[in-house]
């Protein structure tokens, strides 16, 4: 669709929309880059403190899978201001704003539209070294996958709005959602790493998809390494999954290669949408152990090496059982 829109001619635009990558990079000197990014979203979960902390989590992500410092951000709020209290808003610009102040995120003002389905997130603007950018299309052949959070959100969160799951499943989704991925990004700028997204709407698969074809290679996923919450698989098996999730499914279709023993809701798993999840790092293998300590150490969500790199037909995913 991009492809109808002019050419971008700018030559300070280091990274734009000609890649599939998660934020704009925009150089101002030899060593200083803006990257700017945007996301809204609508509710995934019935509190609204929490849901304007997970909107802002998930709105940072793209500045922090890029390796770069989000400085200041401007609220994009719809609210129907005419059958929902105003309250309810309150609450969530309180829980974005808290989110914010523990990014060190500034909110520097905002714009509400009258919008009969709620929708929250930011604009933002953080900082980068141009020479140390981590784009998508960096991920080497024999480069290790490691994920810094557990899937199942976008399962989760179906479940919620079906009120089939308890308050704990809820809590533990929150918790997964709302942790900033700041910790995950600066163990893999103190590290060095060849490339990295993070993982929203297209699902495990569906990021993993874009960076293997922006690098020209393909990639292994061990599906008895990936970290799951433990109760998305009760609830797949009932049959629940958004649309999302299966559309990123038939979406891939010619892309990956199951391992014949791997089951439907398994593979759901693998493209469920998520909602702020974690970081997708390509690490050279030498330096894999380290990352993943230092991962531990600064206690991610999850931390665990799902994966590699390997020399197979650009974007090309094989899921081994
Ligand atoms: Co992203
Ligand atoms: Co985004
Ligand atoms: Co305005």
């Known amino acids: 669709m991009l492809r109808e829109l002019p050419q971008i001619e700018d030559p300070n635009l280091l990274v734009g929309t000609n890649t599939a990558d998660d934020a704009a990079v ?45 400085l200041i951000a401007l609220n994009i709020v719809g609210f129907p201001n005419n059958t929902l209290p105003l309250a309810i808003l309150t609450q969530i610009l309180k829980g974005g704003a808290e989110k914010a102040k523990e990014a060190q995120v500034t909110i520097v003002g905002g714009h509400t539209i009258n919008d009969p389905e709620p929708k929250y997130g930011l604009a933002v603007t953080g900082l980068i070294n141009p020479k140390e950018v981590v784009t998508n299309a960096g991920a080497k052949v024999g480069d290790l996958l490691i994920l810094t959070k557990p899937l199942g959100i976008g399962i989760i969160t179906t479940a919620i709005k079906k009120d089939e799951v308890a308050g704990e499943v809820v809590d533990k989704a929150v918790y997964v959602m709302t942790s900033l991925n700041r ?44 970290p799951v919450i433990e109760e998305t698989w009760d609830l797949v098996k009932k049959g629940i999954a958004p649309g999302g999730t299966h559309a990123n499914r038939n979406f891939l279709a010619d892309s990956v290669n199951w391992h014949r023993k791997i089951t439907l809701e398994e593979e759901l798993v693998l493209c469920d949408a998520q909602t702020s999840g974690g970081l997708l790092i390509s690490v050279p293998a030498n330096k894999a152990d380290q990352l993943l300590a230092l991962l531990k150490k600064k206690k991610t969500p999850a931390a665990a090496i799902i994966g590699r790199i390997i020399e197979d037909k650009e974007g090309k995913i094989n899921v081994l059982a």
């Open 26 to 70: 925009y150089q101002i000197t030899d060593d200083l880059a803006l990257v700017q990014t945007v996301d809204y979203i609508t509710p995934v979960v019935d509190d609204p403190y929490s849901f304007g902390a997970i909107a802002v989590a998930n709105s940072i992500s793209d500045i922090y899978a890029m390796g770069g410092k989000p």
């Open 183 to 226: 910790a995950a990004s600066e163990a893999m700028l103190q590290i060095g790493v060849n490339a990295c997204t993070d993982i929203t709407g297209f699902g495990l698969l569906g990021h993993l998809h874009e960076m293997t074809v922006g690098s020209g290679v393909g990639a292994e996923i061990y599906l008895d390494k990936v």
